[in-house]
Structures are given as structure tokens and as C-alpha cells.
């Protein structure tokens, strides 16, 4: 009887699988033609993803398609593998900005948070301009509704790192002088200027350079007058 059951259960999540691909392919049937290089690597992604294509067939396929120039196919290209190669660490980064579960997404939405999420972090492209042109994407891609999500998640991802980058400097700006974080703010509350704790900083190394002690910040206890 369990055996019955096991093979009933089999065949209803086979049946379910296929629903679902076939939902999907039938809004990839229904995709605009690509315009731009974002628009080519998202139809390509969404047949990876989602179709469970392999890259290599779904780029020759939808290239061949596609009236975009050489240098617009090359741009998608690299938008395309590197999101690939890169899909682990954007899912985990989705998982911690998105106020929605990744499981609970639109493919569609899915693929444009990796795609944007993939610029932000691994491309050089203007800030502004990535999630702009990302969030073109749920509108052309007929996921409107997912616009705000999206556009949070991507103006969350930036504010996170500006922070990360922030805390980097900071951290390399104590670690180089060769100060605690405590004493170089000591240091820089006494010598007021930035330059002159870090001339402090060579000449307590052992590489000699004058001080100067002109800003030395006078305190009110200790002055003799």
C-alpha cells in the first residue's frame, strides 16, 4: 500500500513540476524582443533558471533572434555568466534584504533581483543607472507589481555596502597608523588634524618627520596663565 502511495505521490509532484514549467514557458513565449543588453540577459536567465536550459543553448538561441549589435550581445554576456557564477551569493543577499521569502517569488522577479543584485556588486556601472534600468525590467517583463520590492532591495544592497566601505576605510585608516581605533581618536582630538597624527604615527615607527604642535588643542584645566 505505501509503495501505491510513494508512486501516487511521485507522479502528482511530476505532474506539478510540469504545470509549472509549462506556466513558465508560456509567459517566456510571451516576452517582448530584447531592446537593450539587460532585456537579452534577462530572457537568457530566465530560460536558465527557470526552463532549466543550459546557458551556452539559450544564449545561441536567443542571440540568433536577437537584432541587438555585437557590443550589445557582449555586454549581456558578461551580465549573463557572471550572474550564473555568482548565483549563491546573490541568492544569500536576497534572502537577507528581501522582505519576501526567495522561495515565495516570481521567478520573473527572481531573476531581475539576481541580475541587478550581480551589477551592483561585480560591475562598474553607474549606481543609479542599474537599478533605474533594473527596475524597467518587472514593468517590461509584466511583474509591475513587484517594482517597489524590487527597487528596495536594490537601494538596501547599496546602502549596505556604502556602509561596509565606510567601516573598510575607517578600519585601514587605524590599522595603518598602528593605533586603536581609541587611540587614534585621542590622538586626533589632541593634533585636531588627520596629517599630523599620521606624522605622529611614523615617527613613533621610527621614521622621523616633524610634528607640528601648533593645533594642539588647548584644554581650559590645563592652561597656566
Partial sequence: MSKITDQQDNIS???????????ALQKFNKFPESKNARELAFTVL???????????????????????NE??????????????????????????????????????????????????????????AIVSETVKLCKRFGVSSAT????????????KIHKENLNNIEANKYDKAGFTKELYEHFLYE????????????????SPESVSYTHLRAHETSLHL
Wanted: aromatic share 10%; charged share 25%.
Fill in 148 to 159: 517597489s520590492l524590487v527597487n528596495a532591495v536594490l537601494r538596501n544592497s547599496l546602502r
Fill in 71 to 128: 557590443q550589445e550581445k557582449s555586454t549581456a554576456t558578461a551580465f549573463i555568466l557572471g550572474t550564473i557564477n555568482e548565483t549563491f551569493s546573490l541568492d544569500n543577499i536576497i534572502k537577507k534584504l528581501s522582505k519576501t521569502k526567495i522561495n515565495k517569488l516570481d521567478p520573473r522577479v527572481l531573476v531581475i533581483l539576481r541580475l541587478g543584485l550581480w551589477q551592483i556588486y561585480f560591475s562598474n556601472q553607474a549606481e543609479h
Fill in 46 to 68: 530566465y530560460q536558465v533558471y527557470t526552463l532549466n536550459a543550459f546557458s551556452d543553448i539559450a544564449i545561441n538561441r536567443t542571440y540568433n533572434n536577437s537584432k541587438l
Fill in 13 to 23: 509532484e511530476i505532474n506539478n513540476i510540469d504545470s509549472k514549467y509549462q506556466k
Fill in 191 to 206: 593634533l585636531v588634524d588627520e596629517n599630523e597624527v599620521n606624522k605622529l604615527a611614523k615617527f613613533l615607527k621610527g
